[in-house]
């Protein structure tokens, strides 16, 4: 059976759902603004026509560089009935990031805040933009109100590119992961099964919209789904546990989805409060590993397992512990539907042992075709139609999977492989420690050393000597850290995830 666009999948759901409410936008912990389903298919009509009107094609790039607001959401909405390709950036990007990447994009059109539009102006004057204040109440932005709801129908493809999401570039220049509507339907059809989203759900919303986490797993799942979203402005705890804990019919949350930072946020805002969440039937967590201690740590705060999945940029998402079913922590569960998995040795390209750890690779109906604008990276990322995700991770007895390293933050020290990983678990067994980042950095005699950066509990005395003698109880010599230094928190980048170049550079 053809896929549908995404953007007649959207309007089926909207139309479906009529004048019920679909997402109530929050600003500071407070409503400002409530839309229907019915609303939200009007309006993306309404917007899809003023982006025709303003010379927006089938393919053309639209970046975003705004707020997460409601205006955005439109706007997404109508690219995806008229074929265009939306370039969601993080709206915090400085100059010289805003530079490279919109180059790169190529955009028909940008959306930016007042202040970003004078320095997209300064970057390039001929770039088109479209100032736009989502800091404004939705129904206060007119703009495109006043266009019709009937807009040019355009032929779009289950192949045809609908979102290009800039993978976080950790090692090198960011690359646009092109993903399809074939892409983006499958995927969000794959949660909405796996997780039993419907209409009955009210999702609470504290994720950004420029990364595939906040906009395709949460959001394009809940309203597919035709569940009621509470849309924070931003991440806060006070927030967060306010909206959480109310329990006033159409208001009660029932999903939450963040990543394990946000969770350790959520934690230490409670401190010993136990607020009785017993309304929320899913809580899940991905974008960064979670420790089995926070696993331990959630289920006893929140009063249920947390469920937890992994998923790419380039991919959506592949894996999730079960909905029902013996959720193991420190596991990202099993594949999803449709998706074929292998462990492979990367130095061969063949099958290892089962049990053995290897890279993982994907084949599936949600796996990108590619980077935007890169030939070179993307044959480089795929083998024979294989997507070589670049992660290490092995299989249990029971089928469950596991991630143990990603390839490239490798250590090798006097010609061993190690992994920073295995020296983080032990690590972060230690009672007095909250988690840590292990990197190689250069070295005269062994072309790297192992060095770790360590977070501890308020309270504690721990000394390096502590870690040092730890890790030698439980790792090969060297395998330990040489240098231990404690930092009050690691560096992450905006979904949770500790950036290795950065930790280096504390060393």
Request: glycine content about 8%; hydrophobic content about 40%; proline content about 6%.
């Amino acid at each position: 059976m053809e896929v549908e666009s995404l953007g007649n999948c959207f309007a089926k759901s909207f139309l479906k759902q009529g004048k019920r409410k679909g997402v109530t936008f929050l600003r500071a912990g407070e409503i400002e603004s409530e839309i229907s389903y019915l609303q939200l298919h009007q309006d993306s009509n309404r917007m899809a026509r003023a982006f025709q009107e303003w010379g927006v094609a089938k393919t053309d790039r639209v970046v975003f560089c705004i707020q997460k607001s409601l205006i955005f959401l439109v706007a997404h909405l109508a690219l995806q009935k008229i074929g265009a390709i939306a370039v969601p950036l993080n709206p915090g990007f400085k100059r010289s990031e805003l530079d490279y990447l919109l180059k790169d994009a190529d955009p028909k059109l940008i959306l930016a805040e007042p202040e970003k539009a004078d320095l997209i102006k300064e970057i390039d004057p001929g770039l088109g933009v479209l100032v736009v204040d989502a800091q404004k109440p939705y129904g206060d932005i007119d703009f495109f109100r006043k266009a019709s709801e009937e807009f040019s129908q355009v032929a779009i493809a289950p192949d045809d590119p609908g979102l290009i999401i800039y993978t976080s570039g950790t090692t090198g220049k960011p690359k646009g992961a092109i993903l399809t509507h074939k892409n983006l339907v499958h995927d969000a059809a794959n949660i909405i099964h796996i997780w039993e989203i419907s209409e009955t759900d009210v999702l609470c919303h504290a994720l950004p919209l420029f990364h595939v986490h906040g906009l395709c797993f949460a959001l394009h799942t809940a309203l597919l789904a035709g569940a009621h979203v509470l849309m924070l402005d931003q991440f806060s705890p006070q927030g967060v546990i306010h909206v959480l804990e109310k329990n006033e019919g159409e208001y009660t949350c029932t999903v939450f989805m963040a990543v394990p930072s946000m969770y350790g946020k959520l934690m230490d805002y409670l401190g010993d409060r136990k607020p009785d969440f017993g309304h929320m039937r899913l809580w899940t967590s991905g974008s960064a590993p979670l420790l089995p201690k926070d696993f331990k740590r959630i289920t006893e705060t929140f009063g249920k397992e947390p469920v937890e999945r992994e998923g790419m940029s380039e991919t959506g998402m592949n894996f999730s512990n079960p909905l029902k079913g013996n959720r193991k922590p420190g596991s990202i569960g099993f594949p999803l539907p449709d998706l074929a998995v292998r462990i492979v040795n990367p130095d061969t390209g063949q099958n290892v042992a089962p049990g053995q750890t290897g890279e993982i690779w994907l084949k599936g109906p949600a796996v990108t075709p590619g980077y935007w604008r890169k030939p070179e990276e993307t044959a480089a990322t795929f083998e024979q139609g294989w997507f070589k995700t670049g992660d290490l991770g092995n299989i249990d007895k029971d089928g469950y999977y596991y991630l143990t390293d990603r390839i490239k933050h490798i250590i090798i020290s006097g010609g061993e492989n190690i992994s920073p990983k295995e020296v983080e678990v032990v690590i972060n067994r230690l009672q007095d420690v909250v988690e840590s980042s292990v990197v190689g950095i250069p070295d005269e005699r062994w072309g790297e050393k192992v060095v770790a950066a360590v977070v501890t509990r308020r309270d504690s005395n721990m000394k390096s000597e502590d870690i040092r003698a730890h890790c030698k109880k439980h790792l090969h010599d060297w395998k330990c850290p040489k240098e231990v230094v404690f930092v009050p928190e690691l560096p992450r980048n905006t979904m949770g995830k500790v950036l290795k170049e950065e930790v280096k550079k504390i060393f």
